[in-house]
């Protein structure tokens, strides 16, 4: 499967920012989504995940900020993004596998498939 990610940009600290990954090629119902981001000298670290139940997991420094969903009629997860922080400040992925269990959903090296990422940069 294909991914690619839209939506990325500049904000002012407590905007907004809604980021878009369109899937192509595959069976995207079958595929649990994840939300990865990496900020510049620092590792890639989990953001949220969709799985295919559409039940979703945030980390804690986005919960209650971030809201990631699903449309599989559109083949598409979204990453909704509140009050943002510069701590925020990252590229974002998305990234989609099928075999992932729940302890595993963080480790970025589980994933088969990957979006090109896109940059949020948020600014005090």
């Known amino acids: 499967v294909q991914l690619q990610a839209f939506g990325g940009g500049s904000v002012q600290v407590g905007g907004s920012l809604r980021l878009p990954c369109a899937a192509s090629g595959g069976a995207f119902r079958s595929y649990h989504m994840a939300w990865f981001r990496q900020a510049p000298g620092k590792e890639r670290e989990p953001v949220s995940i969709v799985w295919t139940d559409r039940s979703t997991y945030y980390e804690d420094s986005v919960k209650g900020r971030f809201t990631a969903s699903r449309d599989n009629a559109k083949s598409t997860v979204t990453l909704q993004m509140n009050s943002l922080k510069p701590e925020d400040t990252a590229v974002y992925y998305c990234?989609?596998?099928?075999?992932?269990?729940?302890?595993?959903?963080?480790?970025?090296?589980?994933?088969?498939?990957w979006g090109q990422g896109t940059l949020v940069t948020v600014s005090s």
């Open positions: 990234a989609a596998d099928r075999s992932l269990i729940r302890t595993s959903w963080r480790d970025w090296r589980h994933y088969d498939f």
